[in-house]
């Protein structure tokens, strides 16, 4: 039986409903000029406090044609994952991961505004979730087929997306004039690599130091360790469950 629009919409997890549709509006009302146009402005964002310029641009897609349809499918596909796979009953955790991503994007952009090319964070941001997604350890040894014709594991899919999207970008570039050749060599280069640096960082953080031997806390704990815990420890080397010294039992008295 077919499906409504708004049962299909529904179907979609809710911050994933919200985000996407939250994108297509403002989009529509950024193509028409019915808001100012949207980018990220340090400057303006810093020094004259313009704090809606640290939302709005993570909410609108400046891509047109066919390639705002392919990150919107993006968007649509890897956070309906992380929101409902990853995350599942863990909405806080998913909402502070996500305010993790922004942070990192906001402080890289910051830095580099004025002296490279940055297409935009929407892009980064939905570059990062891709990573994360792809090399998180249950998608481990998972293939991703490339329009049919051939798989590829799914934990180096962001690597060939960004390689593809860099040649489309330098296709890109070398039609547009008044940019220097390195200018156009970086200008694709950017966005992919910044996503990168944060997905891997993440990834790196939340599912390899863990599992790293003397990583972290258990670090601290032998190099300081708990009195109680070495004496624990120590009693259980020994084979003797007992506090203390072993003296023998001596004879029972009357």
Known sequence: MDQSPAELLFRIPPFTRYYI????????????NLIPPVYFDAWEIWSKFKVQELILPFIVLHAQGIGWLMNLYQIYSYFSELETQM???????FLALLGV??????????????YLPVYGPLPIFVHTILYIVCRHPMNIGQKVSIMGFFQ??????????????????????????????LLRF???????????????TIYFLSSVVPSVKFGGPELIEYISPDPKTRRNNDQREDGN?????????????N
């Open 21 to 32: 549709s939250a994108i297509i509006l403002t989009t529509i009302l950024n193509k028409f």
């Open 241 to 253: 469950a007992n506090a203390g010294f072993s003296w023998g039992r001596g004879h029972t008295l």
């Open 101 to 114: 991503i922004w942070a990192f994007i906001v402080f890289i952009l910051t830095a580099i505004w004025q």
């Open 152 to 181: 590829i594991p799914k934990s180096y899919f962001p690597i060939f997306m960004h390689t593809l999207g860099y040649f489309i970008g330098m296709f890109e570039q070398t039609q547009s004039k008044g940019k220097t050749p």
């Open 87 to 93: 995350f599942e009953d863990r909405f806080k955790n």
């Open 186 to 200: 970086l200008g694709p280069l950017i966005d992919p690599l910044i996503s990168i640096f944060i997905g891997h």
